[in-house]
């Protein structure tokens, strides 16, 4: 497979220079092009803190990253936007907003890129996910699954790069995990790169790569 993204020596410090606090590395990883990585670790092994530097949400301390050939931390602040725009993320927390109906949260994640809104992709994306009968429905009355599928509908109408997931099944029941597991799956074999951060083992047989994290470093 065609590498995407590499790691290379990846650090991050918080604190202060007189009471450091070691979050992560320095780690060594490549990602490659079409593939699904889970990256799995405990509360604290620094899991969130590589998926923000993934995604251009924080820097590292030091360290690279590199995209194709271009490394985003030398990025200025309007090509850093740009690679944002180009990057799907679906939280845990859906991070749906309540006056605004299935339809309109989908194609929120256009007008906030500032990108041409394509309400017909929009419509392809929620019937491919199930959720048709609901385009007009207030985002209120969604189970907990419906809400991440609208999440990840959200993610996808960009044509993201790469799809970041952050415990994307962590506040769902077990029907409902199943179904977004599924829905990952499907895309990966469609091409899409995925890298999801999870604590669930039993997630480890889906994925390409798997790298598990304690104290920040990257033990196997």
């Known amino acids: 497979m065609q590498s995407l993204i590499q790691a290379r020596e990846l650090k991050k410090m918080f604190g202060t220079r007189q009471n450091p606090v070691h979050a992560l590395g320095p780690?060594?990883?490549e990602i490659s092009k079409g593939s699904f990585t889970i990256i799995i670790g405990r509360s604290g092994s620094g899991k969130s803190t590589l998926l923000n530097l993934l995604c251009g949400l924080d820097t590292p301390t030091s360290g690279e990253l590199t995209v194709g050939s271009d490394s985003i931390y030398k990025y200025n602040p309007n090509k850093m936007a740009a690679y944002r725009a180009k990057i799907g993320i679906v939280f845990q927390a859906y991070h749906l907003l309540p006056n605004l109906n299935v339809r309109e949260n989908v194609l929120l994640g256009a007008w906030a890129g500032d990108t041409k809104v394509d309400e017909n992709r929009a419509d392809e994306l929620l019937k491919m996910l199930g959720l048709e009968h609901r385009l007009t429905a207030n985002v209120k009355t969604l189970s907990g699954g419906e809400k991440q599928r609208v999440a990840i509908a959200r993610s996808l109408l960009i044509n993201p790069e790469v799809l970041f997931c952050d415990e994307p099944t962590g506040a769902l029941d077990?029907?409902?995990?199943?179904?977004v597991i599924n829905i990952l799956l499907d895309l990966h074999k469609k091409g899409q790169t995925i890298v999801m951060v999870t604590h669930n083992p039993d997630f480890i047989p889906l994925?390409?790569?798997?790298?598990?994290?304690k104290d920040g470093i990257i033990t196997k």
């Open 174 to 179: 077990s029907e409902s995990e199943q179904q």
């Open 27 to 29: 780690v060594d990883f």
């Open 207 to 213: 994925a390409d790569q798997v790298i598990h994290l």
